[in-house]
């Protein structure tokens, strides 16, 4: 249909007619990341939208304690806050200065909200804990909490992992499955952050760690690569297993790891959704 309606005399060779007809299907069905995901061609310059500031949040602080045992580097976290019903994930809240990548190496310097201003942003979450998400792969999130602790009960704010949310620049990942290694790009369509809590919001894609559940945050200006502390300063650290240390320091290092997560203790009362 496509040769007759362009003329019978044009001739289009067969592989880039079907190329031509999977972009059109793609940007039909509206399978495009991010906040403007919706009509022209995948490729298209995409407008950078900012992510919304953090700076008027009144954050639900929890108990101080030993930096171990809460998950942050100052003792106190500003995310999922009971501590005693999330015990392997926390919410820290950090600053630094510019735009720095979620998956940089710590270097050993406590912050946050309670110590000064970070390094890196790895720096807020304490020893023997890690910026969920650093290894690319769904589980260090999906083992520890379900989609609904994730989008209601991190608390205010956002507290976003070291991955973004797509497998491509372009177009919605397929359905992750266990081998799957998400990227930390910096900025526009599917770069934005995998993100818990009430100032998170969804995408078009929602399938990152949770089946039509996987919120992020909004803004295609700033992604893994490149947060700032105004905007996503709320970071979401997790608990490590038996493994997770050396894979934490390899791959906070900004490449991708590849070791799996060991399976950290999910929290008292919450399931688990597997992507």
């Given at each position: 249909m496509l040769r007759s309606a362009l003329g019978s005399r044009?001739?289009?060779?067969?592989?880039?007619?079907?190329?031509l007809l999977g972009a059109v299907f793609l940007v039909q069905s509206g399978c495009l990341c991010g906040a403007e995901e919706t009509s022209s061609a995948p490729r298209r310059k995409v407008k950078e939208l900012k992510p919304s500031s953090l700076s008027n949040v009144a954050f639900s602080e929890g108990?101080?304690?030993?930096?171990?045992?809460?998950g942050c580097a100052d003792g106190q976290r500003e995310g999922f806050s009971d501590h005693g019903k999330f015990k392997d994930?926390?919410?820290?809240?950090?600053?630094?200065?510019?735009?720095k990548s979620l998956r940089d190496a710590p270097t050993g310097t406590a912050c946050g909200d309670d110590k000064g201003p970070c390094t890196t942003p790895a720096d807020v979450c304490a020893t023997n804990w890690h910026v969920c998400g650093t290894s690319g792969r769904a589980q260090d999130l999906s083992?520890?909490?379900?989609?609904?602790a994730c989008n209601d009960y991190a608390g205010p704010g956002k507290f976003i992992a070291a991955m973004s949310h797509g497998q491509s620049p372009v177009v919605c990942p397929p359905t992750p499955d266990e081998d799957t290694i998400f990227p930390c790009m910096e900025?526009?369509?599917?770069?934005?952050?995998?993100c818990c809590g009430d100032g998170c919001d969804f995408g078009h894609c929602r399938d990152a760690i949770w089946l039509e559940s996987?919120?992020?945050s909004l803004g295609t200006a700033e992604g893994?690569?490149?947060?700032?502390?105004d905007a996503n300063g709320g970071i979401l650290c997790c608990r490590n297993g038996d493994r997770d240390a050396?894979?934490?320091?390899?791959?906070?290092?900004?490449?991708?790891?590849?070791?799996?997560?060991?399976?950290?203790?999910?929290?008292?009362?919450?399931?688990?959704?597997t992507p």
């Open positions: 044009l001739h289009i060779p067969k592989n880039a007619l079907v190329a108990e101080k304690g030993e930096p171990s045992r809460m994930i926390a919410g820290c809240l950090g600053s630094w200065d510019g735009h083992d520890r909490i379900d989609a609904d900025k526009g369509l599917c770069a934005e952050t995998v996987t919120k992020i893994c690569g490149a947060v700032s502390s050396k894979k934490a320091a390899d791959g906070n290092a900004g490449t991708e790891a590849n070791a799996q997560p060991e399976q950290a203790g999910k929290p008292a009362g919450n399931g688990t959704d």
